[in-house]
C-alpha cells in the first residue's frame, strides 16, 4: 500500500508539472537569406488528452477497481476535465503586445495567434529578425511574482541556438528541447520519487504523442549535416520519445540539430 501512495504521489507530482509547463508539439521553422537575417516560426501545441487518460486510471487504482479504464469511465473523465477548465479562473494566453514588449533588439513579431482546443491549446509566432543569432533572446512571457503556475517549459524557444562564422563556413547548431526531461526536471524539483519501470511507463503513455521538428532553410551550399530528411534546400529533424532516448544514450553528439554551410 505503501508503494502505491508513493506511486500516486509521484503521478500526481508529475501531472501537475504537466499541466503546468508540459508541451507535447514543438516546431521551429528558420528561413535564412544569405546576409543571415530571415524569419522564423515557431507552433507550440498541448494536449492534455493522454494526462486525462491517466489520471482516470490512477482514480480507478485508488479505488481498488482493476483491469483497463472503461469507455463510459474514459467519457466521464473528459467531461469532468472539460467542465473543470471552464470552472477555472486561469490565465490568459498571452497576447501580442506581450509578446512584443520584451523583444530583443533586432527581432520583430510578424504574427501571432493563440488557438484553444477541446483539450489543449496552441499558440503560434512568426518572427522577423536581421540576424539569426538574435532569436536567442526570444523569450514567451512570465507572469510578474514568478509564480511557478505561470511558467512554460518552452519559456526561450530558441535556447541553445548557435550560429558560428569561420572563413567560408557558417555552422548553425543547438540541443533540442525535450519536454519530457523537462518534466522530469520540474518533478524531481517537487520532491517526486526515483523513477521505477511502472513510473516509466505511465510517463512514456503522457508523452506517446509528443512530437519536437526542426526545420532550417538558406541559400547556401551544404558541406555536412545530420538532419532527418532534407527537401530541397530545407533540411528537417524529427524527434518523438523514442528518439530522444536513443539521443541520451548514444551521447555522441549534443548538437542532435548541426548543419555547416559553405558561403
Known amino acids: 500500500m505503501e508503494g502505491f501512495l508513493v506511486r500516486v504521489k509521484f503521478v500526481f507530482v508529475v501531472l501537475l508539472c504537466v499541466f503546468l509547463t508540459g508541451c507535447f508539439e514543438i516546431e521551429q521553422s528558420i528561413n535564412l537569406q544569405k546576409d543571415l537575417s530571415g524569419t522564423a516560426d515557431f507552433h507550440m501545441g498541448i494536449d492534455m488528452e493522454p494526462m486525462i487518460v491517466i489520471m482516470a486510471q490512477v482514480g480507478r487504482e485508488m479505488e481498488g477497481k482493476k483491469g483497463p479504464i472503461s469507455a463510459a469511465e474514459l467519457a466521464k473523465a473528459k467531461a469532468d476535465f472539460k467542465k473543470q477548465q471552464k470552472d477555472k479562473k486561469s490565465d490568459p494566453a498571452p497576447d501580442r503586445k506581450e509578446m512584443e514588449k520584451d523583444l530583443p533588439p533586432g527581432v520583430k513579431l510578424l504574427d501571432f495567434k493563440a488557438t484553444e482546443k477541446e483539450f489543449g491549446v496552441a499558440m503560434d509566432m512568426k518572427f522577423g529578425f536581421d540576424k539569426v543569432a538574435h ?7 512570465q507572469k510578474e511574482g514568478g509564480d511557478p503556475t505561470s511558467k512554460n517549459v518552452m519559456d526561450t524557444p530558441f535556447e541553445g541556438l548557435q550560429v558560428i562564422e569561420k572563413g567560408g563556413t557558417i555552422t548553425v547548431q543547438t540541443k533540442p528541447a525535450n519536454p519530457a526531461e523537462k518534466v522530469n526536471e520540474e518533478a524531481a524539483q517537487q520532491g517526486g520519487p526515483k523513477i521505477d519501470p511502472e513510473m516509466e511507463k505511465m510517463m ?11 526545420r532550417l532553410t538558406a541559400p547556401f551550399t551544404i558541406v555536412s549535416h545530420n538532419a532527418t530528411r532534407k527537401e530541397g534546400n530545407t533540411l528537417i529533424w524529427e524527434y518523438d ?9 548514444s551521447k555522441k553528439d549534443d548538437f542532435g540539430v548541426k548543419v555547416v554551410y559553405r558561403r
Open 204 to 214: 512514456k503513455d503522457a508523452f506517446a504523442k509528443m512530437r519536437v521538428v526542426y
Open 241 to 249: 520519445m523514442k528518439r530522444f532516448e536513443e539521443l541520451a544514450k
Open 135 to 141: 532569436l536567442i533572446g526570444v523569450k514567451m512571457p
